[in-house]
C-alpha cells in the first residue's frame, strides 16, 4: 500500500495566521492526493482533490499545491472554524490510503 | 440536497458479524461509487472498499476475506457486512460518495460523507 504521512501531527496556531500542512507519499501519486477537513460529529468535508482543485463553496483562503511525492495544504489566515482536524489521501493506487492526520488547535 | 445517513447496531460481540446500513436522501444510489470507511478510536482512516451502485464490489485486500459490500438502488441503501469481527473493529464508520474527475488521467475524491456511526466490539 501506498504510505501517506503528514506533518505535523498537531500544531497551535491563532486565528489570523499562516498555516501550512505538508503531505508526504511513499512512492509518486501524481497529482492523485485529496485533502479533507473533519471537525468532531461532523462529516468530514472534501476541500481539495487532484493536489489543487478547490471545491465549490470551500474558502479561497484554502490552497493545495505539490506533485508527485510532496503535497501542501495551506491555510491563509486561519478562520475559528477552521480548527478541525486534515487528512490527505491518495487515490493514485488501490486501496486508496489517507494521512494519519494534522490536528489544528486554537493557540 | 444529498445526504448520507448510516445506522446499525453499536455493539457487535467478538467472532460476530458487524452489519451497516447507509441510507442516500435526496439521491440515487445508481451511477456512483459508494465507499465504506472507517476510523478505529485515535487512528486514521481506512477505506474498506466500494461498490458502484448495485455492481461488483471492490475491496482492501487487508479485510477482503471478511467483509461484503452490496447496494440496494430501489432502496437507495449501500450495505456492509463485516463477519468474524475483533476488538479491532471497534471504529466509527463512515459511508462516502465518490466524485469522478479528470486530473491527467481519470480519479475520484470523497465528496459527501455521512456523519459516522460507531461501532463496539464486546
Known amino acids: 500500500d501506498f504510505q501517506m504521512t503528514q506533518s505535523p501531527s498537531s500544531l497551535s496556531a491563532s486565528v489570523g495566521e499562516r498555516v501550512t500542512i505538508t503531505c508526504r507519499a511513499s512512492?509518486?501519486?501524481?497529482?492523485?492526493l485529496n485533502w479533507y477537513q473533519h471537525r468532531p460529529g461532523e462529516a468530514p468535508k472534501l476541500l481539495i482533490s487532484g493536489a489543487s482543485t478547490l471545491q465549490t463553496g470551500v474558502p479561497s483562503r484554502f490552497s493545495g499545491s505539490g506533485s508527485g511525492t510532496e503535497f501542501t495544504l495551506t491555510i491563509s489566515g486561519l478562520q475559528r472554524e477552521d480548527f478541525a482536524v486534515y487528512y490527505c489521501?491518495?487515490?493514485?493506487?488501490?486501496?486508496?490510503?489517507f494521512g494519519q492526520g494534522t490536528k489544528v488547535e486554537v493557540k | 440536497q444529498v445526504q448520507l445517513q448510516e445506522s446499525g447496531p453499536g455493539l457487535v460481540k467478538p467472532s460476530g458479524t458487524l452489519s451497516l446500513t447507509c441510507t442516500v436522501s435526496?439521491?440515487?444510489?445508481?451511477?456512483?461509487?459508494w465507499s465504506w470507511i472507517r476510523q478505529p478510536p485515535g487512528q486514521g482512516l481506512e477505506w474498506i472498499g466500494h461498490i458502484y451502485g448495485s455492481g461488483s464490489p471492490s475491496y482492501n485486500p487487508s479485510l477482503k476475506s471478511r467483509v461484503t459490500i452490496s447496494g440496494d438502488t430501489s432502496k437507495k441503501q449501500v450495505s456492509l457486512e463485516m463477519t468474524s469481527v475483533t476488538a479491532a473493529d471497534a471504529a466509527v464508520y463512515f459511508c462516502?460518495?465518490?466524485?469522478?474527475?479528470?486530473?491527467?488521467?481519470?480519479?475520484?475524491?470523497?465528496?459527501?460523507w455521512g456523519q459516522g456511526t460507531m461501532v463496539a466490539v464486546s
Open positions: 512512492q509518486s501519486v501524481t497529482r492523485f
Open positions: 435526496g439521491g440515487s444510489v445508481r451511477d456512483y461509487y
Open positions: 489521501q491518495q487515490t493514485h493506487a488501490s486501496p486508496p490510503t
Open positions: 462516502a460518495r465518490h466524485l469522478r474527475f479528470y486530473e491527467s488521467g481519470w480519479s475520484y475524491a470523497f465528496d459527501l
